[in-house]
């Protein structure tokens, strides 16, 4: 891809530098660069933390408070069994086949086990070794450019136009200042609606020239398209031979990273690609129409677990990249999401694979070197719970990180007048009768906000619903500022008709 780059180029800076983050988000430290010798010592520290990365023999057997007809996961430890025991209590509530959950410590994956089915209506035991189709290859790409920072062949404040030229977007925001934090902090990039078919990457971005960025960069939590692949841009042109270098050998992941490759790859969503293919991308993803399916790679919890053992590991020199950086303060109660069902090609009566659409949450605490991360095979259930309810078992508190903003004391709080900087849509939200609130979407009459059931999007912070013209169900989706006060709204469903934000007005 002639638009990936192993060295930086010389363009020049341009402008002044991104708006300083809020007190308490603490930016990761830079490191001056070295040279790229320095790739095998994290390599090195890399392999030494998975070589102690073991999981205790004791997890085997089945829950004595569980189903002992369809799996379940006995642990010797009681503060894991408590968390089984509220991970097939949550399951159970929501619905969800089966589940699986992982805890790493001081750089080792301490505990792991599972609880209920691969399938619903029928015993299909889920266990540590079970795959679950997620989207967690972003987490290895990530990783892979966390290291590469360490190496110091990379900066998080390296602007993503210094290594891909071809990378911009139409006002009113510089995408010019996109830097590699923001895009592994998922806080710029190209919204989830917006792709066209395309010959390559350079085409690709050639090709949303025109699409607009939906908010300052840096300066709100947005889901969107590529950013994971952005901040890649860093590993150079060779992306997996320094993927594999970084982290899949150090890890001994070769079985989750092949089968990211086996499963097509979703390169829009940052997942690593394997093989030769990577300096020529397949030809559906140079093609990347937009209703090409998802498709997710297999990922086991004890995969997934060997991944973020290290990360976890408050001495390792990635978790300033890594627990800051993929996983801020501001976002450390959110979750993961897997779209779609599990498309079949596996026959899941002969393979230990997780036969639904996925969703997992991972909840790193740096300073207790803390991880947890829980798989479940359906996409309607909460898997954030379960990890906050680790986080509250093992280390006495219900919050990941303590820094995270204050909630409004009221829905006062988020009382106000919301605009589309780019011109679209106006949102006026006001005080209701009996204490409540009610939304006006561009002029409409108001109608009452009612709180909506949090689902497995547990990174969706506080959800509202009201009712549209044709009787449709909308969603406010809200970000708040460090005091609290709502700073922006968006009046679409989740993707992939996620609109642009509406920021509160003057």
């Not at 809020?22 to 933390?49: I, K, M, N, S, Y």
């Not at 699986?100 to 266990?127: K, M, Y």
């Not at 510089?174 to 592994?184: K, M, P, Q």
């Amino acid at each position: 891809m002639a638009g990936l780059r192993a060295a930086r180029l010389p363009v020049p800076r341009r402008g002044p530098r991104a708006p300083a983050r809020p007190a308490w988000h603490r930016r990761p430290v830079r490191r001056d660069r070295g040279p790229a010798r320095a790739t095998g010592a994290v390599a090195a520290l890399l392999a030494a933390a998975a070589a102690c990365s073991g999981v205790p023999r004791d997890l085997s057997g089945v829950d004595a408070g569980g189903d002992a007809a369809c799996g379940g996961t006995r642990a010797a430890d009681p503060a894991f069994a408590a968390v089984l025991a509220f991970a097939r209590a949550s399951i159970e509530a929501s619905r969800v086949p089966g589940a699986a959950i992982a805890i790493a410590r001081d750089g080792a994956v301490a505990h792991a086990g599972a609880v209920g089915s691969r399938e619903a209506g029928r015993c299909s035991p889920v266990t540590v070794d079970t795959r679950f189709d997620t989207a967690f290859s972003r987490h290895v790409t990530a990783a892979a450019v966390a290291a590469a920072v360490a190496a110091g062949d990379a900066a998080y404040d390296d602007r993503i136009a210094d290594w891909m030229p071809a990378f911009a977007a139409a006002g009113p925001y510089d995408s010019g200042e996109v830097t590699v934090d923001h895009a592994l902090l998922n806080t710029a990039g190209y919204s989830l609606n917006h792709t066209r078919a395309c010959d390559d990457l350079d085409a690709f971005f050639a090709a949303h020239r025109e699409v607009p960025l939906w908010s300052p960069p840096g300066r709100i939590h947005l889901e969107l398209l590529l950013h994971t692949t952005l901040a890649a841009t860093a590993l150079g042109s060779d992306l997996h031979a320094r993927v594999r270098a970084l982290v899949v050998d150090p890890l001994g992941l070769d079985a989750t990273y092949d089968r990211v490759a086996a499963a097509k790859g979703d390169f829009a969503f940052g997942h690593v690609l394997a093989g030769d293919e990577v300096r020529t991308l397949p030809a559906e993803l140079r093609a990347c129409p937009p209703s090409e399916p998802y498709r997710a790679p297999l990922v086991s919890i004890l995969d997934a677990a060997r991944l973020l053992a290290p990360l976890a590991d408050g001495d390792h020199p990635l978790t300033d990249g890594v627990a800051d950086a993929f996983y801020p303060p501001e976002r450390a109660t959110r979750g993961g999401f897997v779209r779609g069902p599990f498309d079949g090609e596996v026959d899941v009566a002969s393979a230990d694979v997780a036969a639904f659409g996925s969703a997992y949450a991972v909840r790193i605490v740096p300073h207790d070197r803390f991880a947890v991360v829980v798989f479940e095979n359906a996409s309607y259930g909460d898997p954030g719970a379960i990890a906050d309810e680790a986080i509250r078992v093992f280390l006495g508190r219900r919050r990941a990180v303590d820094a995270t903003p204050p909630a409004p004391a009221d829905p006062a709080a988020l009382v106000g007048r919301y605009r589309d900087p780019l011109g679209g849509a106006e949102i006026v939200i006001a005080a209701g009768a009996g204490g409540g609130l009610t939304a006006s979407l561009d002029g409409a009459p108001p109608v009452p906000l009612v709180p909506a059931r949090r689902d497995g999007q547990s990174f969706v912070r506080d959800l509202f619903e009201f009712r549209r013209a044709g009787n449709r169900i909308e969603r406010v989706r809200i970000w708040r500022d460090p005091d609290g006060r709502a700073e922006a709204i968006s009046q679409s469903p989740y993707p992939p008709s996620l609109g642009p934000p509406l920021f509160r007005a003057p």
